[in-house]
């Protein structure tokens, strides 16, 4: 198990661009599958990203030309670069990192980080 931790997220304008950063404390490795959601007042979490134990990353529509998921091993840490934002990508975004054991699924979520883009 791991703990994750978001950060990066805050005000911005439509148009305008975040990095959202999720620190892992516990190595991540290349065992977890790691993925950023996010989920809307009244909606459902939604897969924003996913960055796969194979080095495959794959986008919700919505995202794809204008999100990008990276990791960075060395550091523990995951990535997701978010340019030109639109109202709709407001949310609070959540880490996650995900992998099969023994027992089932080992999955990790963080606490969270609030995007908020003004029109």
């Known amino acids: 198990q791991v703990q994750l931790v978001e950060s990066g997220g805050g005000l911005v304008q439509a148009g305008g661009s975040l990095r959202l950063s999720c620190a892992a404390r516990?190595?991540?490795?290349?065992?977890?599958?790691m993925g950023w959601y996010r989920q809307a007042p009244g909606k459902q979490r939604e897969l924003v990203a996913v960055?796969?134990?194979?080095?495959?990353?794959n986008y919700a529509d919505f995202a794809k030309g204008r999100f990008t998921i990276s990791r960075d091993n060395a550091k523990n840490t995951v990535y997701l670069q978010m340019n030109s934002l639109k109202p709709e990508d407001t949310a609070v975004y959540y880490c996650?990192?995900?992998?099969?054991?023994?027992?089932?699924?080992?999955?990790?979520w963080g606490q969270g980080t609030q995007v908020t883009v003004s029109s």
């Open positions: 960055f796969t134990t194979t080095g495959s990353t």
């Open positions: 516990g190595s991540i490795s290349s065992t977890y599958n």
């Open positions: 996650n990192a995900r992998r099969s054991n023994a027992y089932g699924l080992d999955n990790n």
